[in-house]
């Protein structure tokens, strides 16, 4: 993060344009807001989600039009690229934009004017473009969903936005953060306290939605915490979980939760109660979709296979009958699974 800042801090005050990478909700826009700022131009930052408009009106939200462009065009409107004139304007999920689109996206960046739709006057801009996406940009241009010449055009100065989960040890800065910009929208919300075991257990999720994530389960600690200290449980169950806090929780639990992360335990070596409330149950993927885009559900679906089986494999000693039994598999199937996985049995002597 602190070499992302200083290419922020160098290519701000430069025209160049800037194509940002990165997995959804690591703060493409923050980014590119930070740019904007240290670019200290005088005109407005202008955002627009390339995914979120349907294509057939994606131009004229870019580039305006004139009045009577189209049935229901009773007067000019001005688009996305006149707004931003003499600031900044922010492509969000750029790869999302149809190839016709991107032609005309291309010649606007060559020559620094637009027509509206229905116009045929040439409006001269003061352009500044920073561009976003998720998706891998050059396997586009390699499978000719996108342009090779807009890329190249657009990755001027390319940056990435490195994901949650290469930089958890960010965890406790970026709650205080969010925190204080709840407390700001809402000044009089009772704030939750994360307990030292609490901020173990966030740093060991996964993060697949990225900082936007975090700031939904800090959300979600505001209304089910408010005022409270969190456990390391109460951040598996409650919040990672979206399971409701039991009234009558078992405070021996939370204990254990505690000593366990402060220890650097595993809640593997917890007792079967807390294990057992600990695993996931198939109705906790129903609200998957609410805070991310998308899953790679059968390489999912393998891993918790791949985990299970050498688990079951471990714990019965490397004796495929037992941990068949144990899977609630027949001993062939078992077999067969470890074969098409490349599972092999634990070397226990």
């Known amino acids: 993060m602190v070499e992302l800042k200083r290419l922020v801090k160098i290519v701000g005050p430069s025209l160049a344009t800037v194509m940002l990478s990165g997995e959804t909700g690591v703060g493409k826009d923050i980014v590119a807001q930070d740019i904007h700022r240290q670019s200290l131009r005088s005109g407005p930052f202008v955002a627009i989600n390339c995914a979120a408009i349907p294509a057939e009106l994606l131009e004229s939200e870019l580039f305006g039009y004139e009045k009577g462009a189209f049935t229901g065009a009773d007067r000019a409107r001005m688009g996305r690229f006149e707004m931003s004139n003499g600031g900044t304007l922010f492509l969000d999920e750029i790869g999302d934009m149809p190839l016709a689109l991107q032609s005309k996206l291309l010649r606007t960046l060559e020559n620094h004017c637009i027509q509206r739709i229905g116009g045929n006057r040439e409006i001269k801009l003061d352009l500044r473009l920073i561009c976003a996406t998720h ?10 969903r996108f342009r090779a010449d807009l890329y190249y055009r657009l990755a001027t100065f390319p940056i990435k936005v490195p994901p949650l989960s290469e930089r958890r040890e ?12 709840y407390l700001e929208r809402q000044p009089g919300a009772l704030a ?16 697949p939605g990225n900082v936007r994530e975090l700031r939904n389960v800090l959300e979600r600690a505001f209304v089910l915490f408010a005022g409270q200290e969190i456990s390391g449980r109460n951040v598996v169950e409650n919040l990672l979980r979206l399971r409701l806090p ?7 639990n939370d204990a254990l939760w505690e000593a366990a ?11 079967e109660t807390i294990t057992q409330a600990a695993l996931p149950s198939p109705e906790d993927f129903r609200l998957w979709f609410r805070h991310n885009d998308e899953i790679d559900l059968r390489g999912f679906i393998r ?26 598999l027949r001993r062939t199937t078992l077999i067969e699974k470890m074969k098409k996985l490349m599972i092999e049995r634990p070397n226990l002597g």
Do not use: C, Y
């Not at 039991?246 to 021996?252: C, G, L, P």
């Open 192 to 207: 939750p306290r994360f307990s030292p075991a609490a901020v173990e257990a966030l740093k060991g999720h996964e993060w």
């Open 135 to 144: 998706q891998n940009v050059e396997r586009m241009v390699e499978d000719g």
């Open 261 to 271: 992360a402060t220890f650097g335990g595993e809640v593997a070596e917890l007792p």
């Open 246 to 252: 039991e009234a009558n929780a078992q405070a021996e």
């Open 303 to 328: 891993d918790v296979e791949v985990v299970l089986i050498e688990a079951a494999l471990a714990a019965k000693d490397g004796l495929v009958s037992h941990a068949a039994d144990a899977l609630k």
């Open 170 to 181: 960010d965890i406790p800065a970026l709650l205080e953060a969010l925190m204080v910009s």
